[in-house]
């Protein structure tokens, strides 16, 4: 060997090596060469059944890996019940209204049927997530890159300064997502995913009846949404009813999210304050473009499922999503 191959070999061991001592980065089809060939597809054909008897999951599924991802990255800790000796996040005000937990378990047990303890808890919902969203496009929407491992710790007081409220304004969801390494443009393409699913009416109630203490509405809601809205939720102390976000099409992803908000229809005052931004006002303008929603949206969830996660030899490879291995 000549002396500059060796030290070539050297800088290649040594960069190769810094790459494992930060836990290595998530890779695409992780399970696909070794441990698992055939993974990913189960978990597509099992939530696929699972979607079919519940047309609710792929919001809820979206929903609980954002919250993952935004509290200790995406390892699965949301996923974890609280014990005897810790009350774990699912257990905190903003997770109270998650849902999903057992698709998840089921989705877990399936994939254990055929290899047992390879594949993390926090892999299986990202990708859960992503199938479930992609159902009616009969293709995946955006690349789950796999490789997470799962967490070992869930505090319920880490939930609050984590998850962004729905009353936020700008400054505060800008702060917050620049917390998680993601950007104003991001914060709006993400909001996107509020094209789907159900909302209670406390998340939003005291913009209908006492948006400044006054019993007044938010001028900025939309007055025959602020109605509908009002025929629906029965005054502050109702949190039991919930509406659709996207009132329409809220099965359907779509870019109407967009189309809605500029029309002062967006349902949380988060929603709301993404247009009081002239930045991001450009780019809710841009995104009614649903090609446009569909490309970014598909480059900003590789980038939320990369958040804070574990992998290499960190963690751990779950036996039963809700609670942690017991060696
Ligand atoms: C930008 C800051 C965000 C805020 C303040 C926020 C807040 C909320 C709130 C309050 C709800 C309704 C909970 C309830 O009342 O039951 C909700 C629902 C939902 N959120 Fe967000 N969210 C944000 C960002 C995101 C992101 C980034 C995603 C995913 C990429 C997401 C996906 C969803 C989905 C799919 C639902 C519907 C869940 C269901 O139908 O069960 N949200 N969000
Ligand atoms: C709970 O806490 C006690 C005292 O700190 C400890 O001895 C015990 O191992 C803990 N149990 C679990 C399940 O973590
Ligand atoms: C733990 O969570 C699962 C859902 O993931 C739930 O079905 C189960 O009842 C919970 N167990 C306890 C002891 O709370
Ligand atoms: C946003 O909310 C924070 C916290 O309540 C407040 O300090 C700040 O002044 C608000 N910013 C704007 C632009 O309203
Ligand atoms: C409206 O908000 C004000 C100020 O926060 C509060 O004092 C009042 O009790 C609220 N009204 C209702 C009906 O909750």
């Given amino acids: 060997m000549t002396r500059p191959t060796f030290l070539l070999l050297v800088c290649v061991l040594v960069s190769a090596s810094l790459v494992v001592a930060q836990g290595g980065d998530l890779t695409k089809n992780f399970y696909r060469t070794t441990s698992c060939p055939q993974a990913e597809d189960i978990i597509k054909t099992r939530i696929s059944q699972l979607v079919s008897s519940n047309p609710a999951l792929p919001a809820q599924l979206l929903r609980l890996h954002f919250h993952d991802c935004f509290v200790r990255g995406c390892d699965a800790s949301v996923l974890l019940n609280s014990t005897a000796n810790n009350t774990a996040e699912r257990d905190s005000i903003p997770d109270l209204t998650l849902k999903g937990f057992e698709a998840i378990d089921d989705l877990k047990a399936t994939v254990e049927a055929q290899c047992p303890e390879v594949v993390s808890c926090a892999d299986i919902l990202a990708l859960a997530a992503r199938d479930a969203v992609s159902i009616p496009f009969k293709k995946p929407l955006w690349e789950v890159l796999t490789g997470r491992r799962d967490g070992r710790v869930s505090i319920r007081g880490e939930v609050i300064g984590n998850i962004p409220a729905p009353f936020f304004n700008f400054t505060q969801l800008r702060t917050n997502f620049h917390n998680k390494g993601l950007t104003v ?38 007055p025959t949404y602020a109605a509908f809205l009002k025929s629906k939720c029965k005054g502050l102390s109702d949190t039991t009813t919930i509406v659709p976000m996207d009132p329409n099409s809220f099965t359907s992803f779509d870019s109407h999210y967009y189309s809605n908000l500029v029309r002062n229809k967006g349902l949380f005052q988060s929603d709301a304050a993404l247009l009081t931004d002239k930045q991001a006002a450009k780019s809710v303008n841009e995104l009614i473009d649903q090609n446009d929603f569909f ?33």
């Fill in 185 to 222: 443009h991001e914060l709006v393409v993400l909001s996107g995913a509020h094209t789907i699913g159900v909302a209670h009416c406390s998340s939003f109630s005291s913009r209908l009846f006492n948006f400044t203490g006054k019993g007044d509405q938010d001028p900025s809601l939309d």
């Fill in 295 to 327: 490309t970014k949206f598909a480059h900003a969830m590789k980038r939320l499922g990369n958040i804070e996660v574990l992998t290499g030899t960190t963690g751990e490879i779950r036996n039963k999503c809700w609670v942690v291995n017991s060696s």
